[in-house]
């Protein structure tokens, strides 16, 4: 019997980052009522623009809208299988969020990720930090956020000398 190659699904070590690389982020994620709701009361987010139906009807945009937070939580959400599943050390922050279009119940937020930059981290041996530029549309390709993040990723032999198993294997 031969042996099968086994490929075990990650994200990427800080060698395997390009600056200048996109990444586009597939599927897109289809926002609900639901999620809008859920989320706005999950984190106490009572504003009317999320909640109110009837309040909302009156204001400029005419509906509720979906809340920021959870396009920007949805917009780097997605980035994670491709970029950064147990290979991230630490989120260290984000600069630059802009929110420059609503979403509304039924639109789409297609994801995409640029490297800015990258360096070995000075203080922390074996891990670089990245600096990304994440972006998201939505299904009639008008960008609706962006965010600039840095996180610290593991370099590769500092990860498997340290015994570091992906996904807990």
């Not at 891990?127 to 960008?143: F, R, Y």
């Amino acid at each position: 019997m031969t042996s099968k190659p086994t490929h075990i699904q990650r994200g990427l070590y800080f060698e395997e980052f390009e600056i200048g690389a996109a990444y586009v982020h597939r599927p897109g994620r289809t926002v609900n009522e639901a999620d809008n709701t859920f989320f706005s009361t999950m984190t106490m987010n009572t504003q009317g623009l999320h909640l109110d139906a009837a309040w909302s009807e009156a204001q400029p945009n005419g509906q509720r809208v979906v809340n920021s937070m959870f396009t920007l939580s949805t917009m780097v959400g997605s980035s994670v299988t491709q970029l950064t599943l147990d290979t991230i050390f630490a989120n260290l922050g984000f600069t630059n969020v802009k929110f420059l279009f609503p979403l509304f119940h039924g639109d789409t937020i297609y994801s995409e990720t640029s490297v800015l930059s990258k360096r070995l981290s000075k203080t922390h041996e074996g891990k670089g930090i990245i600096s990304l530029l994440h972006s998201a549309s939505n299904q009639n390709e008008i960008v609706v956020a962006t965010a600039e993040r840095s996180v610290m990723v593991w370099c590769e032999e500092a990860h498997k000398r340290n015994g570091i198993a992906s996904n807990g294997l």
